[in-house]
């Protein structure tokens, strides 16, 4: 099937620093979606990308859809504490259905 | 609001104990979905739902089954508990268009969690 490469597996970085991550595929998707998990509760969406290229912001987070469709990256700017958490990507390809493929998570520890 | 809701957020079952966990959304959405979340392997898929009483195999089925008896509700069933199923379950709905040409409503609402625990 088809397989979703996330890295870094973790950071751990100082309050106020820029944080960088991305995921590659062997596949094309249609869709790259970032999400976050919180300790102990379900993941929550951030971005969505949906055009090759596509370049898309919400507050101090920027993704990009990658122009060959098989990479997706995540910035986060100026880190805070409360950023904290297990950041996915996750694509969707030509499947039917909805079904998401996620990368392995990048464990974000921020330090005050 | 979108909510996807869980009936348990901790569990703690036995070895060979039939358990259910269950699962409620209240957007009327078509497609639910479950997954186990475990340290290094992200989310993968088990079973699937895009109707009443339709199921697919996700990526890991075996020893899960599934029940879609009503749109709003998409159960997982582990028929005989084993320790390596201990893990964390989410739960996920989304829209189905039909015609599928705008993947613009296919984002996955994820329920809480449940941390089950199989001893």
């Known amino acids: 099937g088809q397989q979703l490469n996330q890295s870094p597996q973790s950071m751990f970085i100082q309050e106020g620093e820029d944080v960088s991550m991305n995921c590659t595929s062997s596949?094309?998707?249609?869709?790259w979606l970032w999400y976050k998990q919180d300790p102990g509760e379900g993941p929550v969406l951030l971005i969505a990308?949906?055009?090759?290229?596509e370049l898309t912001s919400n507050g101090r987070l920027t993704a990009q859809f990658g122009i060959t469709r098989k990479d997706s990256f995540l910035n986060i700017s100026a880190s805070i504490p409360s950023d904290v958490g297990i950041y996915f990507c996750?694509?969707?390809?030509?499947?039917?259905?909805?079904?998401?493929?996620f990368g392995q998570g990048t464990i974000l520890t921020v330090h005050p | 609001d979108v909510k996807v809701t869980q009936s348990s957020r901790y569990l703690v079952k036995r070895t060979g104990e039939k358990v259910f966990l269950e699962c409620v959304q209240d957007?009327?959405?078509?497609?639910m979905f479950w997954y186990r979340q475990d340290p290094g392997l992200g989310l993968r898929l088990i079973y699937f739902?895009?109707?009443?009483?339709?199921?697919e195999k996700g990526d890991i089925p075996e020893g899960y089954s599934v029940s879609r008896e009503k749109k709003e509700r998409f159960s997982l069933i582990l028929e005989s508990a084993s320790t390596n199923q201990t893990s964390m379950y989410l739960c996920?709905?989304?829209?189905?268009?039909?015609?599928?040409?705008?993947?613009?409503?296919?984002?996955?609402?994820f329920g809480p969690g449940t941390r089950l625990t199989v001893l």
């Open positions: 957007m009327d959405h078509e497609n």
């Open positions: 996750a694509g969707l390809g030509g499947t039917s259905y909805g079904k998401l493929t």
């Open positions: 596949s094309i998707f249609n869709t």
């Open positions: 739902s895009y109707d009443v009483k339709m199921k």
């Open positions: 990308l949906y055009k090759a290229g």
């Open positions: 996920a709905s989304s829209l189905l268009l039909a015609g599928r040409t705008n993947f613009s409503t296919d984002t996955q609402y």
